[in-house]
């Protein structure tokens, strides 16, 4: 199977499980495409590098993880935010644990591509090597963090991921189920990953 780990950190174990035995796709939503035209004004001012995929083969199945931007050794997580006098925690918190993730995720691969819908609209292939000096931000509307590798953060995603590939095959939901009671909306409070606002 592929995952995408952005969908992994969004959403519920169950969802994705559902998804999956019904052969879905999810759908960009006006909110997403406003998101990606958000992103991509930013990268072409900081005369950056857009958008680069890494894959991480387990087992039987892949994950795919997009970096949005690339300048020098910072690799970087857009996030638009609306008003940042008004947004929900939940947002921001979900915004960390997903950029923890791909900073984690980055320390498993030597380079990243552009992926294959970035050259539907006209993106040139390009590979970018994993720079090993790199440091990972989160760059949330205003804010800006400085974001960590965690472990822990990576091995309860991979476990998710598991999870839901062995219930494919049984098409079990009692133990997605049990994982989403357990973790949906706690795994911010639980890892409770670094994150540093940069001045």
């Not at 072409?44 to 087992?59: D, F, M, N, P, V």
């Not at 931000?137 to 590798?149: Q, R």
């Not at 839901?164 to 989403?180: C, L, P, Q």
């Amino acid at each position: 199977m592929n995952f995408s780990a952005a969908n992994l950190v969004k959403c519920s174990a169950s969802q994705l499980l559902y998804f999956a035995l019904k052969k879905l796709q999810f759908v960009a939503t006006p909110r997403q495409y406003a998101g990606n035209e958000y992103a991509d004004n930013i990268i072409q001012k900081e005369e950056a590098s857009a958008e680069k995929r890494g894959i991480i083969k387990l087992k039987d199945d892949l994950l795919f993880f997009c970096v949005d931007m690339i300048k020098d050794t910072r690799y970087i997580e857009i996030k638009m935010v609306d008003d940042m006098d008004d947004y929900e925690d939940w947002y921001l918190h979900s915004s960390i644990m997903q950029s923890t993730l791909y900073a984690s995720l980055l320390e498993h691969v030597t380079e990243l591509d552009t992926p294959k819908f970035r050259k539907k609209e006209g993106y040139k292939q390009e590979r970018i090597p994993v720079t090993p000096d790199r440091t990972y931000e989160l760059w949330f509307g205003t804010d800006k963090y400085e974001i960590h590798p965690n472990n822990d953060v990576k091995q309860h995603y991979l476990n998710k991921l598991e999870l839901i590939s062995k219930s494919v095959e049984t098409t079990d939901f009692s133990e997605v189920r049990a994982f989403d009671s357990q973790f949906k909306h706690q795994e911010f409070n639980i890892y409770q990953p670094y994150y540093k606002l940069i001045q």
